[in-house]
């Protein structure tokens, strides 16, 4: 068990809609990372935060967004949902900026119908 | 840009021996880490072994080593005494210090009888 939790696990939706991924990082992690693993893209980085603020972002589209609230947990706004949005989404969090491994949740699986 | 090469799409190795997963990257960076993440079936990512760029001598982890040729920047994973639990997909995966992971495309392992 990571300690890092992720909810849903599966989420059916279909194209068009707008759906909310969340992320409970581990006990004392203050950075939160995004990643999406699909069939053609493999596995890439979207967005990360550190604290409460946004810190780095990689290849989120403008459809996407986040934010980590005071509590420390994430969520990932995902709009305008496309049949290409389908994929594995993970979250992993570290305890701090610099060095420490990051951590994965189990992932929530998104199938746009 | 960081990229990770993994070369090897898919490996087999049979049980009790010794197999070897390459990666290469490239950055130019002197700060940075570098990892194995194994993802089995159930899509989990677990982290494997790590290696810190600014220490020379070559992680292990029980039955998981690595080769760290820095000046080649080359970072291979060893896996003795290869178990039927071992068989999953492999992802070599760099980090600047402070930032997300940089994925490879994966290195799918088998482990037969």
């Known amino acids: 068990d990571s300690g890092v939790t992720q909810t849903p696990k599966h989420l059916i939706t279909a194209t068009g809609q707008r759906v909310t991924l969340r992320c409970s990082p581990r006990s004392g992690d203050l950075s939160v990372y995004w990643y999406q693993q699909s069939l053609d893209q493999g596995l890439q980085f979207l967005i990360q935060?550190?604290?409460?603020?946004?810190?780095a972002k990689g290849n989120i589209l403008e459809r996407f967004s986040a934010q980590q609230f005071p509590d420390l947990h994430s969520e990932l706004n995902l709009s305008s949902l496309e049949l290409g949005d389908s994929a594995l989404y993970f979250c992993?969090?570290?305890?701090?900026?610099?060095?420490?491994?990051?951590?994965f949740g189990d992932g929530t699986r998104l199938s746009i119908l | 840009a960081q990229t990770v090469t993994q070369s090897q799409p898919e490996m087999s190795v049979q049980e009790a021996e010794t197999v070897t997963l390459s990666c290469t990257y490239d950055?130019?960076?002197?700060?940075?880490?570098l990892f194995w993440y194994k993802q089995p079936p159930s899509r989990q990512m677990i982290l494997v072994i790590r290696q810190e760029a600014y220490k020379q001598q070559n992680a292990t982890e029980n039955r998981f080593s690595v080769n760290f040729q820095k000046a080649a920047k080359s970072f291979s994973l060893k896996i003795s005494d290869s178990q039927l639990g071992d068989a999953a997909m492999y992802f070599c995966?760099?980090?600047?210090?402070?930032?997300?992971?940089?994925f490879g495309k994966g290195t799918s392992l088998l482990v037969t009888p």
């Open positions: 950055t130019s960076e002197s700060d940075y880490y």
């Open positions: 992993a969090s570290s305890d701090r900026v610099s060095n420490q491994p990051q951590h």
């Open positions: 935060y550190y604290n409460g603020e946004e810190r």
């Open positions: 995966a760099y980090r600047r210090a402070g930032y997300a992971l940089n």
